[in-house]
């Protein structure tokens, strides 16, 4: 074995750091992960299935806590949604600039959390509607 093997963190031994350091938590003695799986394009990078996002925010929070150095915890994945036909005074101010409660309206609205929202279309043409994409 090369020194690199060494050092590579595989996925059970963060299965294992992860549901110990869970199961010490009160009420959650018989805890364990959903799966823990090896990213096929990038063995490097080992994902955590979890059951809801109570225990996505709770495994997060232990991984960055007990993880060796040199790993890190990933932020959350991000779907981006385009969509045309958006009513531009909705959505931009008169400088053109995304209104500041536009994310969080859509957001309740859809019941999901947008955490980004690009306008596509030419910020200056005078056309009352155009495309925008939603991360």
Known sequence: ?????????????????IETNVRTMEDRTHWRCRAV????????????????????????????AKIEAGARV???????????SVKRAAVLDENYDVLTGAAVALGE????????ITWLSSKEAAKPYGSMVFD
């Open 1 to 17: 074995m090369t020194e690199d093997d060494n050092e590579k963190i595989s996925a059970g031994l963060i299965r294992t750091t």
């Open 37 to 64: 799986t090896v990213d096929p394009r990038n063995t490097n990078r080992i994902r955590i299935a979890c059951r809801d996002e109570g225990k996505h925010q709770l495994v997060k929070q232990v991984a960055e």
């Open 74 to 84: 990933l932020r959350d994945e991000l779907y981006t949604i385009k969509v045309d």
């Open 109 to 116: 609205e859809n019941e999901t959390t947008i955490a980004k």
